[in-house]
């Protein structure tokens, strides 16, 4: 069964959580162990020797590269060039796109390092985002971001703005209410995305 149709009481029971305590200390290491930090994993960078070394690692262009080799040899190195050089210039876009890419996680990855508001042994804590569990109670107010996908146990008067994932400009209205139908993810009124603004 879909989280979004289970009700609160069996989503709290199936993270062995509270929902007006939280967590207790122990359960949240055993959660941190279990799930890991609240943060996407980036890999480690490879020189970018390497990285353009990769940009040929593909079938086709292993056959081009053959292709232009016969050509060569059969006494047209002319168009043998023009094969190499589109495929050289092709490795080099490939990786300074791969580069830029890399950059802009690592901006985004700082720019996730905020700060939520957490019950936990009973008490309300703030505590940094990647340090949010499956199982952690998130208390958030309006104007705030969501830290982290969650399902609504408790809301009042609760809307997002969720038009960056689904186009509309109007909020959207949040309920904890049990939803037993099959509907798309995106569009559950229990469920909260990370980075929708509170309304």
Known sequence: MKQYQQTAQEICAHF???PTQGLSQAQYQQHLQRYGHNEFTIKKTSSTFFVFL???????????????????????PLDAYIIAGILTFNGILGTIQERRTEKILHKLQSFFQCQSLVTRDGKKQIIENRDIVPGDIIVLTSGEKVPADARIISAINLTTDESALTGESVPNTKTSDLILQKILLFVTSIIFFLQVPIS
């Open 54 to 76: 990769n940009q040929f690692a593909d079938p086709l262009t292993y056959l081009l590269f053959g292709s232009a080799a016969i050509i060569y040899i059969i006494g047209q």
């Open 16 to 18: 062995k959580t509270d």
